[in-house]
């Protein structure tokens, strides 16, 4: 099991920024697919941002695609999600996780085997 610990969330209003930050116990970055995943109240956990094992390959969500960035530190074991242009949309709870292995393509929550206890985000109109 890898200990994922978020931080860097908060309450911004519309148009905002911040960088939700994740940082990964003693594994190395380059086995593990990652994740940022998203659950607002009464919705079901989806994904956000997707880097891939190699750090080569990145998957956006249609909702977050030009505003958002997933970025890692292999130095730090640190997983990254810059969201810029907050909408009130955005607002829910955010959790990084992890699967080895490849993504292969996978987003759903459940393929997912390591995850933070999560980070809030809310966004004021």
């Known amino acids: 099991q890898v200990l994922l610990v978020e931080s860097g969330g908060g309450s911004v209003q519309a148009g905002g920024s911040l960088r939700l930050s994740c940082a990964a116990s003693e594994f190395t970055y380059s086995t593990y697919c990652l994740g940022w995943f998203r659950q607002a109240p009464g919705t079901e956990r989806v994904v956000v941002a997707r880097l891939s094992n190699t750090g080569s390959a990145r998957y956006y969500a249609d909702s977050v695609k030009g505003r958002f960035t997933i970025s890692r530190d292999n130095a730090k074991n640190t997983l990254y999600l810059q969201m810029n242009s907050l909408k009130p949309e955005d607002t829910a709870m955010y959790y990084c996780?992890?699967?080895?292995?490849?993504?292969?393509?996978?987003?759903?929550?459940?393929?997912?085997?390591?995850w933070g206890q999560g980070t809030q985000v809310t966004v004021s109109s």
């Open positions: 996780a992890a699967k080895s292995g490849a993504c292969a393509g996978y987003t759903s929550p459940a393929k997912y085997n390591n």
